[in-house]
């Protein structure tokens, strides 16, 4: 298992550099590489002798005094995970492997030259082999686990399609009205804290010294520039966090960097061992973390009252007061791109891709209709009148990757971030006093008791949320957070 996990991290580092480093012209050999990993990983993570030994653990724990529960949870893990593993011909994912490199390639240059026709083949592809590797996976003898569903399990293990729509369902129909109210508010936020020229340099300074306060451990970590931000990890000693800056704007890079800097905190205090027990639970897990901090400390009266001066003392001349700041960066306006949304209208976004990977999955959506449907869901949700493909079905990563089944877990990350936060200030009554500060290392002790050190030792998000804070995922905390900050910013009573 141990050489399996280190293979894996080898394939991490190739993905990391193409996506960060590499030429653009190296793509096909990339590509090649890849495979020729992904191949020996599948191989070692389907032999026979992996699964006799996997039972061979099973059948001794079984015994009265070998019981252990950590070893009992990661035989269960390990079994799913092979018998899973196994339905899968060595050839479907060397392809997938494959793929993803040549797909990557052609989604960037999609997106420079503003052209999703140029993506669509390699799109059509990619959610015909996700599909594939789907349908292998399933037990065919589950009539209820559609496709897609077994998609989701890959990203959110435990949370069904239907579990999904109930609390989409929820929050969409708390958040639409709201919206409404914020935007017809004329108490809007000035933007002129956010204003100006701030050098990418400076910039990259002061994402590091502020994500490296709230703990971040640059010893273990570095922090890098891509297309779009993501968080890598090479070992819980070495992982790597990459955003991307504006010189006009200096919120949306250090908002990223807090962002990604969560998610590396979470793999960063997971347990030690070379073991699967020891990853992250889920996406929606790891996203509840990165969201936990830029939110609900990044985006807090407390934090800015901490923060401003190191600001200022970054950019010459800056002058703007916490309070401004505060509300310059809890502005709501209505965007094309996800990664650059304000919290309120954020959902929306996530809801439009579920919707629409759904559809494609389901085959009642054409990939060649993606755009259209997009750009009408846009113009529904917010009112939007998509001005290009590279500000609308080009923007994100994902599907390039095969990453279908993931962005819900965005949404889903975004209410239990909201219901960390209530629980930990119930647990930290001065939370926000610490926050106000720079004293970030309770709150972060606080998250790696309650999330962190458990690795995969529950079997799903609200199996962890149950046992840890009393209750499964409640979308209430989230509708209440943002109900309470935003009526009181923009003063809708």
């Not at 490296?212 to 890598?232: A, C, E, M, Q, Y």
Request: hydrophobic fraction near 40%.
């Amino acid at each position: 298992l141990s050489t399996i996990t280190q293979l894996g991290r080898c394939k991490a580092v190739l993905g990391y550099d193409q996506m960060v480093f590499m030429p653009s012209m190296a793509a096909p050999e990339r590509g090649a590489q890849l495979s020729a990993l992904a191949a020996l990983i599948h191989e070692k993570s389907t032999d026979s002798k992996l699964l006799n030994s996997i039972k061979e653990a099973q059948r001794e724990l079984e015994s009265p005094n070998k019981q252990d529960m950590d070893k009992s949870r990661l035989v269960e893990i390990e079994l799913e995970s092979f018998t899973k593993q196994a339905r899968v011909p060595s050839e479907l994912a060397a392809k997938a492997a494959s793929l993803q490199a040549s797909a990557h390639a052609a989604w960037v240059q999609a997106r420079e030259k503003d052209d999703f026709a140029m993506f669509a083949p390699a799109l059509k592809d990619c959610f015909q082999t996700a599909k594939d590797i789907a349908d292998a996976k399933r037990n065919k003898h589950a009539e209820s686990q559609t496709l897609y569903a077994e998609m989701l399990d890959e990203f959110e293990k435990g949370m069904s399609p239907e579990r999904i729509d109930a609390i989409f369902q929820e929050i969409e129909s708390a958040l639409v009205p709201l919206i409404a109210r914020v935007m017809a508010s004329p108490n809007k936020p000035s933007l002129k804290p956010l204003q100006g020229t701030f050098p990418i340099d400076a910039q990259k300074k002061l994402s590091e010294t502020i994500v490296s306060n709230l703990g971040f451990d640059v010893t273990k970590g570095r922090i890098d520039v891509s297309v779009h931000p993501f968080t890598t990890s090479f070992s819980p000693k070495d992982v790597r966090i990459t955003s991307r800056f504006k010189d006009d704007d200096f919120y949306p890079g250090l908002k990223g960097t807090i962002h990604e800097g969560g998610h590396a905190m979470y793999e960063q205090n997971l347990g030690p061992s070379p073991t699967s027990i020891d990853t992250a639970l889920s996406m929606g897990t790891h996203e509840s973390q990165s969201l936990f901090w830029e939110r609900h400390v990044g985006m807090s009266r407390a934090f800015w009252k901490w923060a401003t001066p190191i600001v200022k003392e970054t950019f010459e001349n800056y002058d703007s007061t916490p309070e401004e700041i505060y509300s310059a960066v809890n502005n709501v306006s209505k965007g094309y791109i996800r990664v650059e949304a304000d919290e309120l209208t954020y959902p929306l976004h996530v809801i439009l891709r579920y919707g629409i990977e759904k559809e494609l999955i389901e085959g009642t959506l054409a990939i060649d209709d993606v755009p259209n449907r997009w750009n009408e869901r846009m113009k529904a949700f917010l009112d939007l009148d998509v001005p290009s493909d590279a500000k609308g079905c080009l923007q994100d990563v994902h599907w390039s990757a095969m990453a279908i089944g993931y962005f819900p877990t965005y949404l889903i990350g975004s209410a239990t971030a909201a219901q960390l936060a209530y629980y930990c200030s119930k647990d930290i009554p001065n939370m926000f006093d610490q926050i106000e500060k720079g004293e970030f290392g309770t709150i972060k002790s606080w998250l790696t008791d309650k999330v962190h050190r458990h690795g995969r030792r529950y079997k799903s998000l609200d199996a962890l949320l149950e046992a840890q804070l009393g209750e499964p995922l409640n979308p209430q905390y989230f509708i209440k957070y943002l109900t309470d900050k935003y009526t009181d910013l923009y003063k809708l009573d």
